[in-house]
C-alpha cells in the first residue's frame, strides 16, 4: 500500500512538517528528577529521527498551580530553560520538529493548591479545588502567554494549548463544572471566553512564525459536557483566536467510558473528528487508538482529518514514521493498546516504558553496543523473553538460533488473540519475526529442541517459558475440567455453564472470551453520535444474550480482579458483570464430580453445576533442558516464566529477554 496522504507535507506558518504524522502529548513519568532532560532529550531525538512529522511534549503547567502533582513541570521565569535546550537541539539536530504542551490540570491537579471555575471536587480527585477569582483569571491567561514566550525562547517550534480531557480550559467550558455567574460562565460565549482569551494570549506569547495546536474535546463523554454545536463553537473560536491546528481529545478523565484501552476499537473516535473537520477551517488532527498506516492513511484519504496523532504508537516504535515512508510498513512494531507498560505504570506513579519495545524511555540505559567477543547462542523458546533476547544478541554480533516448539512465534502471549480487544496482538510476534531475519537469527519452528541439538553452542539460553499449573483437587482429573490454554487455544470447546477457578488476568481473559458476543462497541458504552444529550452520552443498550453461563471464583477475600491492569481493569471488569458473569470471592474448593463443581462460600455449600471447568490457576516454570545442559558444563541463562513463573507476564518477560539480549 501507498501512503500518498501521509507522506504529503504540510506548511504551518514558518514551519513545514514533512508528513502527516504526529506524536501526541504523552506524560512519560520522568519529567522530574536530576537527569530528566536528557533522558527527555535521548526519547525524542530517537523519534525525531525515525521521521515524525512534529512532536508534542508531554504538558507543562503555565503556573505552580496548574501542575498534576508536587514536581510536576512548571514553565515560568524560574524554569531550566537551558534543561527545555537539551531537548529542542536534539530534536533539532535530529531533524525533528517540538512544540511544547501547555497543560493547566485544573481540578484534576493532586496538590493543596489546585483551582478551578467552580469549587467542585472531581470524582476521581480527593481534593476541591478553589474558585479562581477574576484575578486569578486575568493572572493564569498570562501565565499561558508567559509559557508561550519561554516556550520559543527555549527553542520549540510552537505549542499545543491543552484544552480537552477534563483539564482547567474544558473545565471553564463545560456547564459541569463551570457554574459561574460571570463573564467566564453561564452562556456558551462566557464559557469559551477563557478557551479563546488562553489561545490568543499564546498566540501572542509565540509571536507570527512559531506552531499553535490547541487540543479541543471532540466528544467530552460525561453528562453536562458540551453539545455537538457547542463543540463546533469551540473550533471556531480557537480558529479565530490565532490556533493553526485542532488536535482531536477524546472524554473527559473522569469518564467511565473507555476512550484509549484495547477494548476500544481502531479508530472508533473518528467520526467525532471529522463533525469538526466539516466545520473547521484550518487542519485537524484525529487521535485515539490509531495505531497503523493503513488506518491513518485511510483517515486522510477519506477527508476525516488532515493530520495523525499517535502517543503510544510512537512508544512501541520510534520509527513508525520512517518505516511508512520507506514503504516498509509491516516491519513496524505495532502498539497492542494494552497500556501495561506506558499507562499502568504512569498511574502508578512509575515512569512509561512499553510492553512490545523495552527501550522506550531508557534509550540511554538500554544502548546497544557491539559483543566484545561474539558467541554462538542457542535460544530454546520463542515466548516473549526469548525472541527479545535473540533479537538483542543478534543485533551485537551474536550467531544465534531460536527454537520453538510450535509453528509459530509467540508462546503463551499470543494465546489471547482470539479476544476481540486483544487482536492486536498477534501483529508483536509477527514483527519480532521480521526484525530476527534481519537480523540474521536463525529460527527453528516446530522444534522441540533436544540437549544434543544444544551441544554446538557456545551458550545457551533457556526462555521454555510455563506450564499451567494443575488444580490439586478430588475430582481435579474429571473430563469436565480444562486448562485454560486448551480453551484459549480452541482445542476443547467449552459448554454452556462454565466455572473459571482462578480470576488473575488469565482467568478474566477466558470470561471474556466466552461470553464475547458481537456487540458494537458504542452501543456497549452509550456513546451518542447525535449528541441527544450535552457530553455524547446515551444510555447503554441491553446486553445482549450470552450463549454461556459463567461463574469465576477464587479463594482470597478481595475483590476479583483487584490486580488487573490500571487503566484497563475496570473495563474488563465492567465488561463482565454487564454479561451477566458471576464473581465470587472467599471461595473453599472441595471437589469435582458429574455435577459440577462443589464449593463453600462463606461456610455455606454450594454446587457449580458446570460443564466446563476451566483452571487459570497460574503457571509452573519449564526447566526440562536445565539439568542436561549444566551437565554438559554449558553456559546457562535462565529466563522469562522459565525462570519465575509466578511474575509471568509478557511486560517482565519482553524487558528480561531485552536486558539479557544487551548484556550477553
Ligand atoms: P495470577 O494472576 O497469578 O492468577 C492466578 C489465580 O489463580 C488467582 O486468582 C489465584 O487466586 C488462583 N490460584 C492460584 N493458585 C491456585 C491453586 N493452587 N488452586 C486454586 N486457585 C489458585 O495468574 P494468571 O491469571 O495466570 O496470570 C499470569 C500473569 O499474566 C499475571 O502476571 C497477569 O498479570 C498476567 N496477565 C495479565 C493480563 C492483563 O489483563 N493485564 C491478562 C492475562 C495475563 P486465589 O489464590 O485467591 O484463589
Ligand atoms: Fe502500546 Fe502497550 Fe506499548 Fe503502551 S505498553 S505503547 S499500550 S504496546
Sequence with gaps: MDYPHLLAPLQVRG?????????????????????????????????AKGGIGLIVTGGVSPNAEGRFGPDGSVLDDTADLAGHRQVTDAVHAAGGRIVLQILHCGRYGRHAGIVAPSPLKAPINSVTPREMSEADIARTIADYGRAARLAVSAGYDGAEVMASEGYLINEFMALRTNRRGDRWGGGLSGRLRFLAEVVRAVRAGLGEAAILSVRLSMVDLVEDGLD??????????????????????????EATVPTIAHAVPPGAWTWATAR???????????????????????????????????ARPLLADPAFAAKVAAGRPEDINLCIGCNQGCLDPIFSGGSATCLVNPRAGREAEFDPRPAPRPTSIA??????????????????????????????????????????????????????????????????????????????????????????????????DHPKVAAYDDILSGRIRAGATVAIIGCGGIGFDVAAFLVAGHEPFEAAWGIDR??????????????????????????????????????????????????????????????????????????????????????????????????AVRAAGKPVHL???????????????????TRLGLEI
Excluded at 455537538?228 to 469551540?234: K, M, P, R, S, W
Excluded at 487521535?287 to 493503513?294: E, F, G, L, T, Y
Design 379 to 476: 535460544v530454546v523458546g520463542g515466548g516473549p523473553a526469548g525472541m527479545a533476547c535473540a533479537l538483542e544478541a543478534a543485533r551485537r554480533g551474536h550467531a544465534v538460533t531460536l527454537f520453538e516448539a510450535a509453528a509459530e512465534l509467540g508462546g503463551q502471549f499470543i494465546l489471547a488473540r482470539v479476544l476481540p480487544a486483544k487482536r492486536d496482538y498477534v501483529a508483536t510476534p509477527r514483527h519480532y519475526a521480521g526484525a530476527l531475519a534481519a537480523a540474521g537469527v536463525t529460527v527453528r519452528l516446530g522444534r522441540v529442541a533436544q540437549a544434543a541439538d544444544l551441544a554446538e553452542f557456545d551458550q545457551v539460553v533457556l526462555a521454555t517459558g510455563i506450564t499451567p499449573r494443575r488444580l490439586d483437587l478430588p475430582g481435579a
Design 276 to 310: 469538526v473537520k466539516g466545520g473547521a477551517g484550518i487542519p485537524v488532527a484525529a487521535s485515539n487508538r490509531i495505531n497503523s498506516p493503513d488506518l491513518a492513511e485511510a483517515l486522510l484519504a477519506e477527508g476525516t482529518a488532515d493530520l495523525v496523532s499517535m
Design 228 to 253: 455537538g454545536d457547542e463543540v463546533l463553537a469551540a473550533a471556531r473560536a480557537v480558529e479565530a483566536a490565532g490556533a493553526d491546528i485542532i488536535n482531536s481529545g477524546i472524554g473527559w478523565h
Design 15 to 47: 514551519v513545514r512538517l514533512p508528513n502527516r504524522m504526529i506524536m501526541g502529548s504523552m506524560h512519560l513519568g520522568c519529567e522530574a528528577g536530576p537527569d530528566a532532560f536528557p533522558r527527555l532529550a535521548r526519547f525524542y531525538a530517537e523519534r
Design 530 to 627: 447525535d449528541f441527544t444529550h450535552p457530553g455524547g452520552l446515551a444510555a447503554p443498550s441491553p446486553p445482549p444474550v450470552s450463549a454461556r453461563r459463567v461463574v469465576m471464583m477464587q479463594r482470597k477475600r478481595e475483590r476479583p480482579g483487584k490486580g488487573l491492569g490500571k487503566t484497563t481493569g475496570w473495563i474488563l471488569r465492567a465488561h463482565l458483570q454487564r454479561m451477566g458473569v458471576e464473581m465470587l470471592a472467599g471461595v473453599d474448593y472441595c471437589h469435582i464430580d458429574d455435577s459440577g463443581l462443589h464449593i463453600e462460600v462463606e461456610g455455606k455449600a454450594r454446587v457449580i453445576a458446570a460443564d466446563t471447568i476451566v483452571t487459570c490457576i497460574g503457571q509452573d516454570p519449564r526447566q526440562d533442558l536445565l539439568a
Design 639 to 657: 529466563i522469562g516464566g522459565a525462570r519465575d513463573a509466578a511474575r509471568l507476564d509478557a511486560l517482565a518477560a519482553f524487558e528480561e529477554g
